[in-house]
């Protein structure tokens, strides 16, 4: 009965004193609200990266070998500096492995450029993905082709004037028509469409079927750079067991062959999706980090005006509080019911913090490329995190309440 007079009393005051009662919760329905809408998104985009990401960009079982590491920040001028000297990777570079590697694994070599496709019959796509591919990349990077076939190793070698192009690519050059034997112009120069990629989505926005794939040794691999040099290499291993093992080889045969001393750094970087996921998770631990202090400023400051609401409210009803103690209330009764209704005010408060939380999360997922999750666990931590700090708020007015003396409390105007 206690609990339900207590609720009762804090649902009176809040709808008497509306706009006093909004401005008192204010900081829990911020903070709630900034709890629930910033995990939202880095669990979201932690499940993205995780699942998306690793399967459609990279691939899994993969170990990628690139000129300086794509899942790192420059720390000092002077490594931004050892980056910039570091040698470029080769086709040398790709052969040397190739015949070096023992560990059962497949191994293609990538480079990409942006670039305009042009189809026979004068339709355009601008900012089209561009890739020279070795033929096994299809497999490294899990590319399905849905209509005609991917190219072949020998094509590759040869740099045969074939390209596949990505589903998006292919509607908007050709829409309705069969693209398969056709020809596109890309950056001016012919090739005959063999295949089109099944449809792959979109990663934050950016569509992975705006793409063009051609064989390697072919013009498009002029156009990402000087003669000879690739972009990355790429690895893929039989099991997921293998991985680690086939990444330290790499790096063992790549430091040999550029005579890399024992104290010297490497000059290559030698990338795991284990590797990228690490990177993302050095960005989502420090936005970890860096909530519960964001949140907990703006409980605080809910906490501290709720405080002095219930200090208010106590002043105002101490001749009840006095009558209440005539009439045999006990000093835990006055201390109970007034924690009560300070925790009700402000769970009331991150009650609306988490709706207007996950109104917020749902409109950033409809409205931009973030991806976002809202989790059962953190409402109910929301809500909770409102209702302990109103109890805590509570104590110190609660207190006084408490030891009020009945009769300087009855006198009391």
């Known amino acids: 009965m206690r609990i339900l007079e207590g609720v009762r009393l804090a649902t009176e005051q809040m ?27 880095v669990e979201g985009m932690d499940r993205y990266v995780r699942s998306t990401f690793t399967e459609r960009l990279i691939g899994v079982n993969t170990v990628t070998v690139l000129r300086n590491p794509g899942d790192e920040i420059p720390a000092s001028p002077e490594q931004r500096r050892a980056w910039a000297r570091a040698p470029r990777i080769t086709f040398d570079d790709l052969e040397h492995l190739r015949e070096r590697v023992t ?96 449809e792959r989505g979109s990663f934050l926005g950016f569509s992975l079927d705006n793409t063009a794939v051609a064989p390697t040794h072919s013009q498009v691999q002029r156009m990402t750079g000087p003669p000879g040099v690739v972009h990355r290499i790429q690895f893929k291993a039989e099991t997921p067991e293998m991985v680690v093992p086939l990444q330290q080889q790499i790096i063992e045969i790549m430091r040999v062959q550029r005579r890399l001393r024992p104290t010297e750094l490497n000059n290559f970087a030698a990338e795991t999706v284990e590797g990228v996921l690490g990177f993302w998770n050095q960005i989502s631990r420090i936005l970890y980090i860096s909530l519960p202090g964001l949140v907990g400023t703006s409980l605080v400051v809910g906490g501290i005006v709720i405080m002095n609401i219930m200090l208010v409210s106590v002043m105002e009803r101490t001749r009840e509080i006095g009558v ?24 009331v408060g991150a009650v609306f913090g ?17 991806p976002a999750v809202v ?39």
């Open 354 to 370: 988490v709706g207007i939380g996950v109104a917020l999360t749902i409109l950033v997922g409809a409205v931009s490329p973030l």
């Open 15 to 41: 709808r008497s004193q509306k706009l006093k009662s909004f401005f008192s919760l204010l900081g829990v329905i911020v903070g709630v609200m900034f709890l629930i809408v910033v995990v939202s998104i």
């Open 103 to 198: 560990i059962p694994s497949i191994v293609g070599a990538e480079s990409t450029t942006n670039g305009e496709v042009e189809s026979e019959f004068g339709r355009k796509v601008e900012n089209v993905s561009i890739s020279a591919a070795s033929a096994e990349i299809f497999e490294i990077q899990n590319l399905d082709v849905e209509r005609g076939r991917p190219f072949s190793r020998q094509e590759a070698e040869q740099g045969s004037p074939v390209v596949v192009l990505g589903k998006s690519t292919a509607e908007v050059l050709f829409e309705a028509i069969d693209p398969i034997g056709k020809r596109v112009r890309i950056r001016g120069f012919p090739y005959q469409v063999i295949g089109v990629l099944a």
């Open 375 to 413: 989790a059962p666990q953190w409402i109910i931590l929301g809500v909770s995190l409102g209702v302990i700090v109103g109890v805590v708020s509570g104590v110190y007015p609660a207190s006084r309440a408490a030891r009020l003396d009945p009769v300087d409390a009855l006198r009391y105007e």
């Open 324 to 347: 209440r103690k005539a009439i045999g209330a006990r000093r835990a009764d006055i201390l109970v019911q007034v924690l009560i209704e300070s925790g009700t005010l402000s769970g």
